[in-house]
């Protein structure tokens, strides 16, 4: 039977419910976002990382503000109102955040083209194959469909794991690749204690890597506690976000 909709932690808690306290004063800049939203915390580890002002705006999924709808009919978080504009989708606001702040530091792609591009390269790799693999895994419901899922989700991951440099993804420099696989390293507590996932199993880079990013301060200032409730519903293949139904329906995350 799914969760009520009044049982879903309504805020943010934690290091994260501080941070947001630190954020409600009116900006140029407004983030619109969901405390326990993955695709959410990315744009926000971006937001703390470089120091960027913004106002925090939480966003309740089921009772979605006029003025929310208005600048963003989709209606999907994260996004933001810039100068009376809005924008969305996770990782087109970071680079937007790139574009918009560039005297705020660090930057979160690299200077030179190619190792730019490269970036790119596996931002896409990472919504593409480690995303989708991860949601299958969470929903699938019989244990055959479970073992199967988790095989190719530790697939995916191992692809990735061969590719990290060291201590970062690109070496020294934390960056927005980093950025866009450490949500779903924060939250694999759910998939550990659920569906059998062991980050040894990935190898002891993977290890290494991931507890690193878990413990990086705009990690963990955007981080709270309660997404297991969050999770219950996808763990039963109920919840109703577009990742879900599009997971379920076998189509690409939109």
């Known amino acids: 039977m799914p969760i009520p909709d009044e049982k879903i932690f309504p805020h943010a808690t934690g290091a994260a419910a501080k941070t947001v306290e630190q954020h409600q004063d009116p900006q140029e800049l407004v983030f619109y976002a969901g405390w326990f939203c993955p695709f959410v915390q990315r744009t926000w580890i971006a937001l703390e990382e470089r120091g960027i002002p913004y106002q925090y705006k939480e966003v309740n999924p089921y009772k979605k503000e006029k003025h929310f709808l208005d600048i963003n009919p989709k ?3 994260p996004a933001i109102e810039y100068k009376g504009k809005a924008l969305y989708e996770s990782i087109i606001l970071c680079e937007f955040l790139e574009d ?3 005297n705020y530091k660090p930057k979160l792609l690299p200077e030179d083209p190619f190792e730019r591009a490269y970036a790119r390269i596996w931002l ?3 919504s593409k194959s480690i995303i989708p693999a991860n949601f299958r895994l969470i929903q699938a419901q019989t244990p055959e469909k479970q073992q199967e899922a988790l095989a190719d989700f530790n697939k995916a991951l191992k692809q990735f794991a061969e ?3 060291g201590p970062y993804f690109l070496g020294e420099q934390f960056s927005l690749v980093d950025i866009a696989i450490v949500p779903w390293i924060v939250r694999d507590y759910i998939i550990a204690e659920n569906r059998g996932f062991k980050r040894e199993d ?5 290890v290494e890597y991931a507890s690193k990013l878990e413990k990086r301060d705009s990690v963990a200032r955007t981080s709270s506690e309660h997404y297991a409730e969050i999770y219950g519903r996808y763990l039963r293949d109920e919840a109703q976000s577009e990742a879900a139904k599009a997971t379920r329906a076998g189509r690409d995350i939109p």
Do not use: H, R
């Not at 990935?202 to 993977?206: D, F, T, V």
């Open 75 to 77: 209606g999907l978080v």
């Open 124 to 126: 896409d790799y990472i």
């Open 100 to 102: 918009a702040y560039p």
């Open 163 to 165: 590719k990290i440099k």
């Open 202 to 206: 990935i190898g002891s880079k993977w």
